[in-house]
Antibody
Framework: QVQLEESGPGLVRPSETLSLTCTVS??????????WSWVRQSPGKGLEWIGY???????SYNPSLESRVSISTDTSKNQFSLRLDSVTAADTAVYYC??????????????WGQGALVTVSS | DIQMTQSPSSLSASVGDRVTITCRAS??????LHWYQQKPGQAPKLLIS???TLQSGVPPRFGGSGSGTEFSLTITGLQPEDFATYFC?????????FGQGTRLELK
């Protein structure tokens, strides 16, 4: 059973960098099965895909965030991380890490972390 | 980006009712459409993939249909645990997008 758990600061100051880590158990970050992803949800709002990283090191990011976001892996710890630069209050959200799995050419989020609330405030 | 529009945004129903939620894509997405259920304070849970494939452990009262640009999620015989928010998600394009959600409330 794949399990994911987010960790990182719950408060980030405006213009600074948001950093979160996702620890994965039950699957290898180096495996071909999943694209390791981040999704966020602003208070009372819908879901926004941030991006993902594959075992090859290839990334894909939401075009609306691409200039500020970076996702990387630490295979020795079976973790992947999110970095979002120059944050504003609009980046306040619950951040989820998730595994993006596939069935044929379909890709869907089949395992999720519990979510980490990050507030951007001075 | 492909825009996903759900309707209605909210829905009131009673236990035992049959309800249908619709998701419309701004362009053709074949069957690359997935449905999630989210309860307050919890992460979303995958219910249906590829428009109609029920995930393991999801009760058969949940059903999905559609292809192209129009999709639906139907719950037949609502149970108390089904009152939640439902989201659709497309994976036709690399830039994944979600619908805005449909909140299903107890009447």
């Amino acid at each position: 059973q794949v399990q994911l758990e987010e960790s990182g600061p719950g408060l980030v100051r405006p213009s600074e960098t948001l950093s979160l880590t996702c620890t994965v158990s039950g699957a290898s970050i180096n495996g071909k099965t999943y694209y390791w992803s981040w999704v966020r949800q602003s208070p009372g709002k819908g879901l926004e895909w941030i991006g993902y990283i594959y075992y090859t090191g290839d990334n894909s990011y939401n075009p609306s965030l691409e200039s500020r976001v970076s996702i990387s892996t630490d295979t020795s710890k079976n973790q992947f991380s999110l970095r979002l630069d120059s944050v504003t209050a609009a980046d306040t959200a619950v951040y989820y890490c998730a595994s993006l799995g596939s069935g044929g050419y379909n890709y869907f989020f089949d395992h999720w972390g519990q979510g980490a609330l990050v507030t951007v405030s001075s | 980006d492909i825009q996903m529009t759900q309707s209605p945004s909210s829905l009131s129903a009673s236990v035992g009712d049959r309800v249908t939620i619709t998701c419309r894509a701004s362009q053709y997405i074949n069957n690359y459409l997935h449905w999630y259920q989210q309860k307050p304070g919890q992460a979303p849970k995958l219910l249906i993939s590829a428009a109609s494939t029920l995930q393991s452990g999801v009760p058969p009262r949940f059903g999905g249909s559609g292809s192209g640009t129009e999709f639906s999620l139907t719950i037949t015989g609502l149970q108390p645990e089904d009152f939640a928010t439902y989201f659709c998600q497309q994976s036709y394009r690399t830039s994944i997008t979600f619908g805005q959600g449909t909140r299903l409330e107890l009447k």
